[in-house]
């Protein structure tokens, strides 16, 4: 995974509303992760469309936080959904 990277969710796995807990899921063929808010803020900006980067710019200003560390933390909880097979990213 680079900054460069178009992120998508694969064929199987998609965000859900979790009602019961009221809070956000991503679901996957016999898997279901909980999120917390930051994986959410992440996710909901994954579109198939956006590189890491422009994720890292964009919760960069909304958080007010250096896009530097944002991008790093980015990458690495992107990274390890697609070693879980729960994301995929295309090379830009």
């Known amino acids: 995974m680079t900054p460069q ?16 807990r009221g809070l956000r899921v991503l679901l996957g063929p ?4 909980m999120l ?9 900006r994954v579109d198939g469309a956006r ?6 710019e964009d ?3 909304t958080f007010a936080a250096p896009r530097d560390q944002i991008e790093t933390d980015v990458l ?7 070693d879980k097979r729960l994301l995929e990213a295309r090379h830009g």
């Open 5 to 20: 990277c178009v992120p998508c969710l694969p064929r199987g796995v998609r965000l859900a509303d979790d009602r019961v």
């Open 30 to 33: 016999e898997r279901v992760l």
């Open 36 to 44: 917390d808010q930051i994986g959410d803020a992440v996710l909901s």
């Open 51 to 56: 590189s890491v980067r422009a994720i890292s």
């Open 59 to 61: 919760l960069a200003q």
């Open 76 to 82: 690495t909880y992107l990274g390890d959904l697609a």
